[in-house]
């Protein structure tokens, strides 16, 4: 069974949406398609069960969440 999700996070401003996309595009490889729209941060993440996709959303937004708030120190 194949699995897909999107979501959109908006952030303060464009300087800080591209900050942590450059944190979290390392990691993107082939199932997460990552780019920016405006102040938002949108993902594309596939894969080949629900469970595999859980985890690489699980992982994706702790990582979005730490390079968020590492920005936010600055």
Same mark, same amino acid.
């Given at each position: 069974? =194949?699995?897909?999700?999107?979501i959109k996070i908006e952030?303060?401003?464009?300087?800080?949406?591209?900050t942590v996309l450059r944190s979290v595009n390392v990691d993107d490889f082939n199932f997460i398609k990552s780019n920016?729209?405006?102040?938002?941060?949108e993902a594309h993440i596939k894969s080949n069960s629900i469970s595999?996709?859980?985890?690489?959303?699980?992982d994706y937004l702790?990582?979005?969440s730490i390079?968020? =708030?590492?920005?936010?120190k600055d």
């Open positions: 069974m =194949k699995a897909s999700c999107d952030f303060e401003n464009q300087e800080i949406v591209k920016i729209s405006g102040k938002n941060l595999s996709l859980l985890h690489t959303l699980d702790a990582c979005v390079a968020s =708030k590492v920005v936010d």
